[in-house]
C-alpha cells in the first residue's frame, strides 16, 4: 500500500474565471495537482461548479461530453473565453476542442507524444447544493510522457522567440538604445515595493484624473540583454539546445547568456528576491498579495551563473507546498441570479432526461481529501463510445432533447 512516506503528494489550484456567453456551456473551473514520487507521475483533479446550459443544443453538447468522457485530457490552465481540452483519438492522435462550445469539425493532429500512457479516469456529476451542477475528472501523466512535452516546448516556442529576438536587432540597427540593468532592477524594486503596498483608503471625494497622465514605465527583457546574449539565445531555441529537463519534481532550464549578462541576471534576480523578503517583514497592511507568500515560494527557484549561460532550477514540490489548497475550492459560491439558475436547471434536466448519475451526496471537501490520498473514485464507461462521437453539431439542425421518462 502507498504511503505518505513513499509517496510525495502536495496540490495547486488554478481556478478560471466563470464566463457567461450566450449560446455556450459555463462553468467555474479548478484544479488539483498532485505528484506521486514513487510512481513518478503527476495526477490532476479537474473539477467543474455552476454548470450551466443556455440552450438545448449546450445540453445535449453536455452529455455527449459525457459520453465521451473516458477520452478527453483536460489540463490546468486560465482561459477565461474557452475550456480547452484534447479529445484522444489514438495513441498518436487527438484533437483540440473546446468544452464549452460544440466543434463544427474535428481536426485530427499527429503527435510523438504517448498518448496512450496518459490515464483518463472519468468522475461523475454531483450537487454541491439542491441546483449547483458539478462534475468532476482525473487525469494521470506518468513523469516520462512529461518528459517527452517538455522536449517539444522549445519546438513551440522557438517561432515566437526569434521573431522577438530578430524585432530587438532590427530595432537596434534603426538606432533604438540598449538599456541599462541599473535602470531594469530599479524599476523591478519600485514595481515590486507597489505591488505589495496595501490598497487606498476610500475616497472621501471623487478623485479628478490629471489631463496628461504620465506614461507608465516600462523596461522590455529584450532591451537589457547585449547583443551576444541575443545571439546565444536565438541559437539556443533554433537548434534545440535551450530546453528544460526534469529529476522527478525538480524542473532545470539552462538560459544562453553572456557573461556579463549572466552575472546582471544573477543580481536581478537576487534583488528582488531580498525586496520581496523586506516586504515580508513588515507587519501585515492587508495588501492584496501577501509578500510571505510569495517570499516562500521564491525559495523554490535557485539561479547560478555559468560562463556563457544561467541555470535556473525550480522545484514543484516547494511551490505547491505554499500555495493554498482548498480556499478557492470549499468557499461558499456566489448566490446565483435568476437567469443563472434556469441555464443551470437546464443542464440537469437534459442530464436526468438522458438517464445520466448525478450524485447528491458528494462534497468538494471530500473530493479534495480523496485526491490527496490517492482514493477518489472514478467511474469510466462500461462501453466507451469511439472518440469524437456525437461531438459535432450542425449549427443549423434544431435539437431536441428526450422527454422525462
Request: aromatic share 6%; charged share 20%.
Amino acid at each position: 500500500m502507498k504511503t505518505w512516506a513513499k509517496r510525495l503528494s502536495f496540490g495547486i489550484l488554478a481556478a478560471s474565471l466563470a464566463v457567461w456567453l450566450s449560446g455556450c456551456l459555463s462553468a467555474s473551473y479548478f484544479a488539483m495537482v498532485r505528484y506521486d514520487q514513487a510512481q513518478d507521475e503527476f495526477a490532476v483533479m479537474n473539477v467543474y461548479q455552476r454548470i450551466a446550459s443556455p440552450t438545448p443544443g449546450d445540453s445535449q453538447y453536455l452529455y455527449q461530453l459525457w459520453l465521451n468522457r473516458d477520452h478527453l485530457i483536460r489540463l490546468p490552465n486560465i482561459d477565461i473565453f474557452s475550456k480547452p481540452a484534447y479529445l484522444r483519438i489514438s495513441g498518436s492522435r487527438y484533437a483540440d476542442i473546446n468544452l464549452g462550445e460544440a466543434p463544427t469539425s474535428l481536426e485530427p493532429k499527429e503527435t510523438v507524444i504517448s498518448l496512450e500512457k496518459i490515464r483518463v479516469l472519468p468522475g461523475t456529476f454531483f450537487l454541491r447544493g439542491e441546483e449547483t451542477l458539478c462534475y468532476y475528472d482525473q487525469v494521470v501523466i506518468p513523469g516520462a510522457v512529461v518528459d517527452q512535452a517538455l522536449g517539444r516546448v522549445a519546438n513551440a516556442v522557438a517561432p515566437d522567440l526569434t521573431e522577438e529576438i530578430d524585432k530587438e536587432f532590427k530595432r537596434r540597427q534603426d538606432g533604438g538604445k540598449v538599456e541599462t540593468w541599473e535602470k531594469a532592477r530599479a524599476l523591478m524594486l519600485k514595481q515590486i515595493h507597489a505591488g505589495f503596498a496595501p490598497p487606498p483608503p476610500p475616497a472621501t471625494a471623487p478623485a479628478t484624473a490629471p489631463e496628461n497622465p504620465p506614461a507608465e514605465e516600462t523596461s522590455s527583457a529584450w532591451s537589457i540583454l547585449d547583443d551576444e546574449s541575443l545571439k546565444l539565445l536565438r541559437q539556443g531555441v533554433t537548434d534545440g539546445s535551450m530546453k528544460i529537463t526534469r529529476d522527478k519534481q525538480l524542473f532545470t532550464v539552462v538560459i544562453p547568456l553572456s557573461a556579463a549578462d549572466a552575472k546582471q541576471l544573477d543580481r536581478f534576480w537576487h534583488a528582488g528576491v531580498d525586496a520581496v523578503g523586506a516586504e515580508a517583514a513588515k507587519p501585515a497592511e492587508n495588501a492584496t498579495v501577501s509578500p510571505v507568500l510569495v517570499s516562500k515560494v521564491l525559495t523554490a527557484f535557485t539561479i547560478a551563473p555559468q560562463p556563457h549561460a544561467v541555470e535556473m532550477k525550480i522545484d514543484l514540490a516547494v511551490v505547491l507546498k505554499h500555495l493554498p489548497l482548498l480556499s478557492s475550492l470549499v468557499e461558499p459560491l456566489a448566490k446565483p441570479t435568476p437567469d443563472d439558475l434556469t441555464k443551470m436547471h437546464a443542464a440537469i434536466a437534459a442530464l436526468t432526461a438522458h438517464g445520466v448519475p448525478i450524485d447528491d451526496k458528494i462534497t468538494v471537501e471530500q473530493l479534495a481529501k480523496d485526491f490527496m490520498s490517492d482514493s477518489l473514485k472514478s467511474y469510466p464507461s462500461a462501453h466507451p463510445v469511439t472518440p469524437g462521437s456525437g461531438l459535432v453539431q450542425e449549427a443549423s439542425k434544431p435539437v431536441e432533447l428526450p422527454k422525462p421518462q
